[in-house]
Each structure stands twice: as structure tokens, then as C-alpha cells.
């Protein structure tokens, strides 16, 4: 996936105005970051439940593959905009 630099973070207030602004600094289409950023988002969320409901937590590399993966699984599946973000190797 593409490296966002954290040198042009901004502070943001809201949800609203960070999804805006990611939106706007985007290098490549706008449709393929805002599903990644809700694909990410989503499995985050996820871990933080298990983390709190069924005290089970992964490391952070895991939850990093398991994006990856979704987000493979997406392009495969006709996502044609997911396979944007995804490294050429």
C-alpha cells in the first residue's frame, strides 16, 4: 500500500473534517482512499472490540497483514479502484 507521509498530518476537529482533508491530499483516486480509509477504519474498529469484549488483542503487524489481505481480497473480488493503493511487487 502507498506510504502517507506523517509530515503532512494536520489536526484535525472532527471525523468529518479528517475524512475532508485525506480526501484532499490525495495522490491517487479519491474512490480507492476513501474505501481504504473505511476498510481501515472498519478493522481497527473490529480489533478494538475484541480488545474490550472478549479481552483477545493482535499485535499491530497482524492487524496490518489482515488490511493488506482485505484489501487484496477486495481488487480480486472487482473492486478495480482498491487495486490503486495496492504495491506493485
Known sequence: MHHIS???????T???????GNLQI?????KALASLMMLISWEI?????????RNTAIPSMVLICKIKKEVSLWAVAGAKHMSAVMLRE
Do not use: H, M, Y
Open 26 to 30: 490525495c495522490l491517487g483516486s479519491p
Open 45 to 53: 474498529w473490529t480489533e478494538r472490540n475484541a480488545r474490550v469484549f
Open 6 to 12: 506523517t509530515a503532512i498530518w494536520q489536526t484535525r
Open 14 to 20: 472532527s471525523v468529518k473534517d479528517w475524512w475532508n
